[in-house]
């Protein structure tokens, strides 16, 4: 995939970056992210211990002398937090130098590789916090030239293999003398396109229910001890009955995990984020009281058996799922 930079003011140089994979050829893994705006672009995708290889195009935008101080290029991993704009905390600072100081009269081109590159962390655009990795390329000026910067990204997953079947999660709850239910969920491990299989068993019901749904919830949380900060986002709903109960009843949950955006569960990012996911079970009576029950799960990228778990392997645009 070609990521071409357009004419920006102030620059000295135009920067083209094309992405290679070992045999030289135009790198065509990529995933399928959605923008702020909602749309969605392709970006070249990777996961840990990939080698990152490509070309980078210098053209001078001068008709004059184009001297410079040196070109290089860093593939950087960092996370930027909504409180702490514009301080973004690197844990990933690889640089490659593509060039020493002097001119450049016509457009020139310089390979690059990072090998093995720990990419230990999972890509994330969150409500307060943002996990990125980029390519960034410099053409130090010199003198009254301007320095020549242009970042491109790149998108990060990581895999795991098929986790062993949990124990069922049960619970009992309930207000005292008028519902008292019983809840079950397969298992409390889930990867992203599994089905959540469930019941829920009603053993008293003395209050006029309306309906009942299940919801799947996503929790932020940035900061630790008495600076954490918490954003909660519910990422789907799903009515699992419509009408009153009665008591003996039993209502079936199976809940596709699939169509919805979700990603792995992510504990103590580098010790600044954490995302977690929990199923609330919410019923709602006849006077619009909700009462509800909140589960916490445990989400996980699935390897694929075909080879396709790795960025590295078979070529291809990804699966459009979960990022």
């Known amino acids: 995939m070609k990521n071409i930079l357009g004419l920006v003011q102030g620059a000295a140089a135009r920067i083209d970056l094309e992405f290679k994979n070992e045999r030289g050829q135009p790198y065509k893994k990529t995933a399928p992210v959605k923008t702020k705006t909602g749309e969605t672009e392709d970006i070249p995708l990777f996961t840990n211990k990939d ?12 008709t004059k002398k184009f001297e410079h101080q040196g070109i290089r290029v860093q593939l950087v991993g960092q996370i930027e937090l909504l409180s702490e704009r514009g301080q973004p905390h690197d844990f990933v600072n690889l640089v490659r130098e593509l060039a020493p100081g002097g001119d ?36 130090v000026g010199k003198g009254m030239t301007p320095d020549s910067k242009r970042d491109f990204p790149l998108w990060v997953r ?29 298992k409390a491990k889930y990867h992203l396109r ?8 009603f053993l008293l019901v003395r209050i006029k229910l309306k309906y009942m749904e299940i ?14 900060h918490n954003e909660s986002d519910t990422i789907a709903k799903y009515e699992i009955m419509d009408g009153a109960p009665v008591r003996s009843e039993s209502i079936p949950i199976r809940l596709y995990l ?6 792995p569960t992510y504990r103590e990012v580098h010790n600044k984020f954490s995302v977690r996911y929990f199923l609330n079970l919410v019923l709602v009576d006849e006077e619009d009281r909700r009462y509800f029950k909140q589960q916490e799960i445990t989400l996980y990228r699935r390897e694929d058996t075909n080879g396709e778990g790795s960025a590295g392997g078979a070529e291809g645009s990804a699966t459009k799922g979960p990022l």
Do not use: W
Request: charged share 30%.
């Open 215 to 228: 919801e799947i919830k996503r929790k932020e949380t940035t900061g630790s001890g008495n600076s954490a």
């Open 51 to 62: 080698n990152v290889l490509g070309e980078i195009r210098v053209t001078p935008l001068t």
């Open 104 to 139: 450049l009269q016509t457009s020139k081109t310089f390979p690059f590789e990072f090998r093995n590159v720990e990419l230990q962390y999972d890509s994330y655009r969150g409500m307060q916090v943002r996990c990125r990795y980029l390519l960034r390329v410099t053409v």
């Open 194 to 201: 599994d089905v959540v299989v469930g019941k829920i068993y």
């Open 258 to 263: 699939s169509p919805f955006d979700l990603t």
């Open 158 to 186: 990581n895999y795991e293999k098929l986790h062993e079947a949990t124990a069922p999660i049960k619970m009992e709850v309930g207000i005292e003398d008028c519902l008292h239910i019983e809840f079950e969920y397969d």
